[in-house]
């Protein structure tokens, strides 16, 4: 069992930052790879991020490269998402969820992970 805690949501203006932390209670998160993705009120769950359980390999939205980096501490259980030049369109309910042996298209389906957090809000103004 993996329990999952979104923190770091809040306002900030159009070219801030903020970093997302996704902590994990469970011995076994290590083995779980993790994938950020955000919900507009309105639109689909959308998939922003993943990260690998070692943290060695990572797979990135479209819309958000070069903007923001996932990365990991599993001595901590924790996951991050670090995200700068922040535009309107990124404000959206931030979700993280755990997920294993994802590959290719699979990070992008919701319904293959097993664990969600309960999400965090963010908001940009323009």
């Known amino acids: 069992q993996v329990q999952l805690v979104e923190s770091g949501g809040g306002l900030v203006q159009a070219g801030g930052s903020l970093r997302l932390s996704c902590a994990a209670s469970?011995?076994?998160?290590?083995?779980?790879?993790v994938g950020w993705f955000r919900q507009a009120p309105g639109k689909e769950r959308e998939f922003v991020e993943g990260i690998s359980w070692s943290g060695g390999s990572t797979i990135q939205a479209d819309s958000v490269k070069g903007r923001f980096t996932i990365s990991r501490d599993n001595a901590k259980n924790t996951v991050y998402l670090q995200m700068n030049s922040l535009k309107p369109e990124d404000t959206a309910v931030y979700y993280c969820?755990?997920?294993?042996?994802?590959?290719?298209?699979?990070?992008?389906?919701?319904?293959?992970?097993?664990?969600w957090g309960q999400g965090t809000q963010v908001t940009v103004s323009s």
């Open positions: 469970g011995r076994t998160f290590s083995l779980y790879g």
């Open positions: 969820a755990a997920i294993r042996g994802a590959y290719g298209n699979i990070w992008y389906q919701p319904a293959r992970y097993e664990y």
